[in-house]
């Protein structure tokens, strides 16, 4: 099982430039989530997704737009990069509830991106 | 909105040794969960443990436990016999249950000394 796979792992963007993070998963989870991790700071949420469809804003949504149209795939975008934008960004996905046990989130590996 | 703090950015102990982590959170929920992650310099986030905040009983996994004071809104995480492995960045997390929103704290590099 490969599980979240996020591709790139580094890119180095200039300011004004556009790009698409992409992030897949195998474990056919309903919800899909993009958090954002800065120096020293923890993870903050971007977007996240409860299936297909379905999108829906996190704590740092500003500069960023995402799609949900299959249970696999959620791919975030920037359409105009700034330097505040530099991070680390995360994808994860989970399963829905069971027996109303909440479910854990499974972390992809992270994307590098540096916007000069 | 919830906060989680972690006022302990770096620590360090001894293979072997026992180390506990600080945790502290603000919410007025009364349904919610608490997580510790590790993110080893590999960057991936682990979940460690977790503990839902209807139970009293505090959560353990193996060599790690936490001690969950729901009144204090304090949760930290003991992990006992320290190996090499547990160096790593550890995030305290919360979540409201029903919500989708996870809020980590800033963090706590641990080290542990050959």
């Known amino acids: 099982n490969a599980g979240v796979t996020q591709t790139p792992k580094f890119r180095i963007l200039k300011i004004g430039q556009s790009m698409t993070l992409q992030c897949t998963q195998d474990?056919?989870?309903?919800?899909m989530y993009w958090y954002r991790q800065d120096p020293g700071m923890g993870l903050k949420l971007i977007y996240y997704?409860?299936?297909?469809?379905?999108?829906d804003k996190g704590e740092v949504p500003n500069g960023y737009n995402v799609s949900r149209s299959t249970t696999e795939d959620f791919p975030l975008r920037l359409e105009l990069a700034a330097p505040s934008q530099t991070s680390v960004y995360f994808c994860a996905s989970r399963n829905r509830d069971r027996r109303n046990r909440y479910q854990p989130q499974h972390f992809g590996d992270g994307t590098r991106l540096s916007i000069l | 909105a919830q906060t989680v703090t972690q006022s302990q950015p770096e620590m360090s102990v001894q293979e072997a040794e026992t180390v506990t982590l600080s945790c502290t959170y603000d919410?007025?929920?009364?349904?919610?969960?608490l997580f510790w992650y590790k993110q080893p310099p590999s960057r991936q986030m682990i979940l460690v443990i977790r503990q839902e905040a209807y139970k009293q009983q505090n959560a353990t996994e193996n060599r790690f436990s936490v001690n969950f004071q729901k009144a204090a809104k304090s949760f930290s995480l003991k992990i006992s016999d320290s190996q090499l492995g547990d160096t790593a960045m550890y995030f305290c997390a919360f979540m409201k249950q029903g919500a989708n929103n996870l809020f980590f704290g800033t963090g706590t590099r641990l080290t542990i000394i050959p």
């Open positions: 919410t007025s929920e009364n349904n919610y969960y």
């Open positions: 997704s409860v299936g297909a469809g379905i999108t």
């Open positions: 474990m056919n989870h309903n919800y």
